[in-house]
């Protein structure tokens, strides 16, 4: 029902910006709330930002708040996460995901794309 594909990862500079994409398939994008997770080698994969269906609400884990901003364009089908400040620890494998209601889990994930941030 839903298809996500991930762009805009790469290698990027201690305090620089990158802005990821996420382009989803469908006529039905405004009825997802979508977020964006992050798995570094060796650890768990971890939330980092999300975004109800209209765009109204954002959430941010403390590791990036202030430093992320998640948006969308609903119009396009695409999911952002403008990224500035980075740091190493942010490297990771980015992805990003989509829920409907009622559900509280994300049952679609993209492929994810690979971002890393050197010294």
């Known amino acids: 029902q839903v298809q996500l594909v991930e762009s805009g990862g790469g290698l990027v500079q201690a305090g620089g910006s990158l802005r990821l994409s996420c382009a989803a398939s469908?006529?039905?994008?405004?009825?997802?709330?979508m977020g964006w997770f992050r798995q570094a080698p060796g650890k768990e994969r971890e939330f980092v930002a999300s975004?109800?269906?209209?765009?109204?609400?954002?959430y941010y884990a403390d590791s990036v708040k202030g430093r992320f901003t998640i948006s969308r364009d609903n119009a396009k089908n695409t999911v952002y996460l403008q990224m500035n400040s980075l740091k190493s620890e942010d490297t990771a494998v980015y992805c990003c995901?989509?829920?409907?209601?009622?559900?509280?889990?994300?049952?679609?994930w993209g492929q994810g794309t690979q971002v890393t941030v050197s010294s």
């Open positions: 995901a989509a829920r409907a209601y009622p559900r509280s889990d994300y049952p679609y």
């Open positions: 469908g006529r039905t994008f405004s009825s997802y709330a």
């Open positions: 975004i109800t269906g209209n765009g109204a609400s954002t």
